[in-house]
């Protein structure tokens, strides 16, 4: 019978009953297992994650200990779902006890069985046979003698195929019996420290299966900075079988694409929800089975693989221990919970359909499998991210819609008062601003620079006037920055929980690490602040 108990009540041979992949159940199926329900579903998961508490099953999926001559041992090849000091805990208080004493042994635990009964019989007398004939030398069998042929191997397959065999269901199952499955997202702001990149944040599933040691993060461009779907990515790392029908990481750092017998698709249904549905491939079904493989690249300390245009994965290194925390920008009911997902067939009697609540092909996300160096210690997984779509309903870019009350009209190009006193103008994009040759400083750290400007005089057509505002100091954005980009990072820094609003003055940082500043009223203005380097400031 399937329970949760204290490891701490176990009898001995109730070690053998542990279940590693616990993390493979929903919260309602875990919460059927308790004999109460004092436990909210997150809690429930931590204390099996830490060891607090343990699922016994007649039969454990992935075993955390084995039977190795009459005593418990940890199973080597376990990817089990415990905290590594729990194992090593359970390890020192099963391993030096014999679970099943030899005839010679004193039966002097409380967990073993006491000594059979003394039987009264009088043995027959001993039958002397003629000595055996020499036997002819063995035959060497395979060792997948009685097993099925084994197939094309693939990246990842359900669990509920038999041992060898490689073919896609035909049925309805759960999204789990495939791996561990999770769904990230990029925080909104950049972490202090963090060199620009944005931590990755657990939407909903386990992140049981992340390096130890590494941290993931993104790196967005200023394409993506908004919208339900446009940064949200689905991570599956496949169930370890041991029946050799997955590609090895060695075979998948040689390959342009590979083979897998399931494929995700997520999309926004018509209430504006993000949705994912799961669905069987193999060769010969409408949507092939083939998915590109990427290959991490080392940059210093960093593996990093190219997503999409403006998206970066970053995988890091990271000491601290810490699991990436639960996001709390998407509700719990959002209806992309892995637990919750089922994949189906894409074919009935013959003819394709579509998803549902979809009538586009797959070509409007990106599907990799990432794949890393052996030595480097990360799994390789399979990843989903959902491209963004025009206003035409064509993969693209998202077309720029302002989210802030800036007058970019103002910043962006020359202004001038009531007065005909030159501002604004806080970019060289449209030609009516120029620079004053030789005033122009060095860019700060996020591009930003400094410089005396003239624009055009709409008094006098062909002739220039010097901006004297602030000593003649104009801040600009930085100059590869382009007008949707400056619009976005700025309407992201005016969005941004962190910004400060002192009277008509607010401050706040772009997702690039630009610090603006500007004013409320009369108009909504920004302006670039330039961050001198610490030797022109006087610092050391």
Same mark, same amino acid.
């Given at each position: 019978?399937?329970?949760?108990?204290?490891?701490?009540?176990?009898?001995?041979?109730?070690?053998?009953?542990?279940?590693?992949?616990?993390?493979?159940?929903?919260?309602?199926?875990?919460?059927?297992?308790?004999?109460?329900?004092?436990?909210?579903?997150?809690?429930?998961?931590?204390?099996?994650?830490?060891?607090?508490?343990?699922?016994?099953?007649?039969?454990?999926?992935?075993?955390?200990?084995?039977?190795?001559?009459?005593?418990?041992?940890?199973?080597?090849?376990?990817?089990?779902?415990?905290?590594?000091?729990?194992?090593?805990?359970?390890?020192?208080?099963?391993?030096?006890?014999?679970?099943?004493?030899?005839?010679?042994?004193?039966?002097?635990?409380?967990?073993?069985?006491?000594?059979?009964?003394?039987?009264?019989?009088?043995?027959?007398?001993?039958?002397?046979?003629?000595?055996?004939?020499?036997?002819?030398?063995?035959?060497?069998?395979?060792?997948?003698?009685?097993?099925?042929?084994?197939?094309?191997?693939?990246?990842?397959?359900?669990?509920?195929?038999?041992?060898?065999?490689?073919?896609?269901?035909?049925?309805?199952?759960?999204?789990?019996?495939?791996?561990?499955?999770?769904?990230?997202?990029?925080?909104?702001?950049?972490?202090?420290?963090?060199?620009?990149?944005?931590?990755?944040?657990?939407?909903?599933?386990?992140?049981?299966?992340?390096?130890?040691?590494?941290?993931?993060?993104?790196?967005?461009?200023?394409?993506?900075?908004?919208?339900?779907?446009?940064?949200?990515?689905?991570?599956?790392?496949?169930?370890?079988?041991?029946?050799?029908?997955?590609?090895?990481?060695?075979?998948?750092?040689?390959?342009?694409?590979?083979?897998?017998?399931?494929?995700?698709?997520?999309?926004?249904?018509?209430?504006?929800?993000?949705?994912?549905?799961?669905?069987?491939?193999?060769?010969?079904?409408?949507?092939?089975?083939?998915?590109?493989?990427?290959h991490a690249e080392l940059k210093g300390e960093n593996f990093e693989v190219v997503?999409?245009?403006?998206?970066?994965?970053?995988?890091?290194?990271?000491?601290?221990?810490?699991?990436?925390?639960?996001?709390?920008?998407?509700?719990?009911?959002?209806?992309?919970?892995?637990?919750?997902?089922?994949?189906?067939?894409?074919?009935?009697?013959?003819?394709?359909?579509?998803?549902?609540?979809?009538?586009?092909?797959?070509?409007?996300?990106?599907?990799?499998?990432?794949?890393?160096?052996?030595?480097?210690?990360?799994?390789?997984?399979?990843? %989903?991210?959902?491209? &963004?779509?025009? /206003?035409?309903?064509? =993969? *693209?870019?998202?077309?720029?819609?302002?989210? $802030? !009350?800036?007058?970019?009209?103002?910043?962006?190009?020359?202004?001038?008062?009531?007065?005909?006193?030159?501002?604004?103008?806080?970019?060289?994009?449209?030609?009516?601003?120029?620079?004053?040759?030789?005033?122009?400083?060095?860019?700060?750290?996020?591009?930003?620079?400094?410089?005396?400007?003239?624009?055009?005089?709409?008094?006098?057509?062909?002739?220039?006037?010097?901006?004297?505002?602030?000593?003649?100091?104009?801040?600009?954005?930085?100059?590869?920055?382009?007008?949707?980009?400056?619009?976005?990072?700025?309407?992201?820094?005016?969005?941004?929980?962190?910004?400060? %609003?002192?009277?008509? &003055?607010?401050? /706040?940082?772009?997702? =690039? *690490?630009?610090?603006?500043?500007?004013?409320? $009223? !009369?108009?909504?203005?920004?302006?670039?602040?330039?961050?001198?380097?610490?030797?022109?400031?006087?610092?050391?």
């Amino acid at each position: 019978m399937t329970r949760i108990a204290d490891p701490h009540s176990l009898a001995l041979h109730e070690a053998l009953m542990i279940e590693g992949g616990w993390d493979q159940y929903s919260d309602r199926e875990l919460a059927s297992y308790l004999s109460s329900s004092s436990f909210t579903p997150a809690r429930l998961r931590d204390q099996l994650a830490s060891g607090e508490l343990v699922l016994l099953r007649e039969i454990p999926a992935a075993p955390v200990f084995r039977l190795v001559s009459g005593r418990i041992v940890p199973t080597e090849s376990t990817s089990a779902a415990i905290a590594e000091n729990a194992v090593t805990a359970f390890e020192k208080r099963f391993g030096d006890r014999q679970a099943f004493p030899s005839r010679g042994t004193a039966y002097a635990h409380s967990d073993s069985l006491p000594p059979p009964p003394k039987l009264d019989y009088t043995p027959e007398p001993p039958v002397i046979e003629p000595p055996p004939e020499p036997l002819p030398p063995p035959v060497v069998i395979s060792e997948n003698f009685g097993l099925p042929p084994l197939g094309p191997k693939v990246f990842a397959k359900s669990c509920t195929r038999p041992s060898g065999d490689t073919d896609s269901n035909e049925g309805e199952e759960k999204a789990s019996n495939f791996g561990t499955l999770a769904m990230l997202a990029p925080a909104t702001v950049t972490s202090p420290g963090a060199n620009g990149l944005r931590p990755l944040g657990l939407i909903s599933g386990s992140a049981m299966r992340l390096a130890k040691g590494w941290a993931m993060a993104a790196r967005i461009g200023a394409g993506v900075l908004s919208t339900a779907g446009s940064a949200v990515l689905l991570a599956l790392w496949p169930s370890k079988l041991g029946d050799s029908t997955l590609y090895t990481e060695e075979e998948l750092l040689e390959m342009a694409e590979a083979a897998i017998r399931v494929r995700f698709h997520l999309h926004v249904d018509a209430t504006g929800n993000l949705r994912v549905a799961g669905y069987h491939v193999n060769d010969s079904t409408g949507y092939k089975d083939r998915v590109p493989v990427a290959h991490a690249e080392l940059k210093g300390e960093n593996f990093e693989v190219v997503v999409d245009d403006d998206f970066t994965l970053v995988w890091y290194p990271d000491d601290s221990g810490h699991r990436p925390v639960v996001s709390t920008e998407y509700p719990a009911d959002s209806g992309i919970d892995p637990y919750s997902i089922l994949v189906t067939p894409i074919q009935e009697d013959g003819q394709e359909h579509s998803p549902p609540g979809y009538q586009r092909p797959f070509e409007d996300q990106v599907e990799l499998i990432v794949s890393f160096p052996k030595d480097s210690g990360i799994e390789p997984l399979y990843l %989903v991210f959902q491209k &963004r779509a025009d /206003s035409a309903g064509d =993969s *693209g870019l998202v077309k720029y819609v302002q989210q $802030s !009350p800036i007058d970019f009209e103002h910043v962006l190009k020359a202004d001038y008062t009531s007065r005909g006193k030159p501002t604004g103008g806080h970019t060289l994009l449209y030609g009516d601003v120029r620079i004053v040759p030789g005033t122009e400083t060095m860019p700060d750290v996020a591009g930003v620079y400094m410089a005396t400007v003239e624009v055009q005089d709409p008094a006098n057509p062909g002739q220039w006037i010097t901006k004297t505002s602030n000593n003649s100091s104009n801040t600009m954005f930085p100059k590869d920055w382009d007008e949707t980009r400056i619009k976005s990072e700025v309407d992201a820094a005016w969005n941004d929980p962190n910004k400060i %609003v002192q009277g008509d &003055r607010w401050i /706040s940082v772009t997702p =690039s *690490g630009v610090r603006v500043e500007g004013w409320i $009223s !009369p108009r909504t203005t920004v302006y670039p602040v330039y961050q001198a380097p610490r030797t022109l400031r006087g610092e050391k």
